[in-house]
């Protein structure tokens, strides 16, 4: 639901028409590279513990469930004592799946697809991972929820730090460093089809029930809490980015609606299952005005081409939502919050985003310079005024005869 269709037809809308093939080959092939790397080394890299008081245990959490091995019926205790080992691996799978594809907005329309490959496998391994295991894994040193003994405490409910600014952040500078499409800021580039889009958000807002709701990893009150605090956030994102480009532009436009809900969502998810509905709409309302000033304002204002913004509303939503979760935290609704407060949230919450943003930023520029001295980041000049359709796909999206 979250990649294949909901984010291909986000993504795939906004794109110019020579370009929707290449966003669906990419959320396609991204979920299935994804998958396959989770079950051979991504969930035991994330939620192992066998490599726990080691040098590489301060990157990843163990060896002894590549393959998936061990999972199965038994819960893990660590994690999910209500569900089976092996229902918690495969729920975690939609995590490391979706959040390489979130980083494609950035560089939509001029990126090849070998190297969109290369850098999301690498990326996954370098950056996902290591700041997975070090806020969710057991041995992490911010897990707040599994790790007692973590020196600074952290939390995520959903994936606000672990997905949304480890993405949002790389996808700032791979988009710089890719640099702008062909005529960026000289002529128009409008969306191919705001439909696909519309239909693609409602796809999208509909499968975040499943990260936010689903990562209670139980029916209960938190679960519940989870679902109402997602409502409550990306409806008041919605109509809060709608009421400011009514301001500044003088018209709502659909495409401000759908960007408003997806910062909404991107928002609340580290807040999630930790805080009020009124907390919620708080939470909503700075996604929705300040995420509509970074794609509008400050996005302009330095030129960079975050083709279909995801550093906009990912990364600076995955990072107010972070911010906000240490501050609005409400041990009340969860009580595992008083737990967390207790042992200095907010410090611990600001380490661990500096952190992300330092692994994100180091490792992506690391990446793109290895792959940009071997294939090459960009499509040529010949195969981007083509359209990636072509070049990458020798495939069209639609008939124009």
């Known amino acids: 639901m979250m990649c294949i269709p909901g984010l291909f037809l986000f993504y795939g809308g906004l794109v110019r028409s020579k370009n929707v093939l290449s966003i669906a080959a990419q959320c396609l092939a991204l979920t299935a590279m994804g998958v396959l790397m989770w079950w051979g080394f991504g969930y035991s890299l994330v939620f192992g513990k066998s490599y726990a008081g080691s040098l590489i245990g301060h990157i990843f959490g163990g060896g002894e469930h590549f393959g998936f091995a061990g999972l199965g019926f038994t819960p893990d205790a660590a994690y999910a004592p209500g569900i089976s080992s092996g229902t918690f691996a495969l729920f975690q799978a939609m995590f490391a799946a979706i959040t390489p594809a979130l980083i494609i907005g950035a560089v939509a ?58 993405s949002g952040w790389s996808a700032l500078l791979l988009c710089i460093l890719v640099g702008p499409r062909a005529g960026f800021g000289k002529r128009p580039m409008p969306p191919h089809s705001m439909v696909l889009c519309v239909i693609g958000t409602g796809l999208l807002w509909a499968g975040w029930y499943g990260f936010n709701a689903g990562s209670a990893l139980a029916a209960d009150g938190i679960a519940l809490q989870a679902f109402m605090t997602t409502t409550l956030g990306a409806a008041t994102a919605t109509l809060a980015w709608a009421v400011v480009e009514k301001l500044h532009r003088g018209k709502i436009s659909v495409l401000g609606l759908c960007s408003g809900a997806i910062a909404g969502l991107a928002t609340v998810t580290n807040a999630a299952g930790f805080v009020s509905g009124s907390s919620a709409v708080l939470i909503g309302l700075l996604a929705g005005t300040i995420s509509y000033w ?45 737990a967390l407060i207790s042992k200095g949230l907010l410090k611990g919450q600001l380490t661990a985003m500096l952190l992300c943003i330092v692994v994100s930023l180091v490792m992506t520029w690391i990446i793109a310079k290895i792959i940009a001295a071997t294939i090459g980041l960009r499509a040529s000049e010949e195969g981007e005024a083509q359209g990636l359709d072509i070049s990458d796909h020798g495939e069209e999206g639609y008939n124009h005869n």
Request: charged share 10%.
């Open 109 to 166: 329309e001029r990126m090849k697809f070998s190297a969109v490959m290369l850098f999301s496998f690498l990326w996954t391994i370098l950056v996902y991972y290591p700041i997975a295991h070090a806020v969710w894994g057991a041995t992490g040193h911010f897990s707040g929820i599994a790790n007692a003994e973590a020196a600074f405490k952290a939390a995520d409910f959903a994936g606000g730090i672990v997905v949304h600014m480890t």
């Open 294 to 338: 970074a794609c509008s304002v400050l996005k302009p204002k330095f030129g960079y081409d975050d083709a279909l913004d995801t550093f906009g509303v990912h990364g600076v939503g995955g990072t107010i939502g972070a911010l906000a979760t240490a501050l609005l935290m409400n041990a009340q609704v969860n009580p595992t919050g008083g």
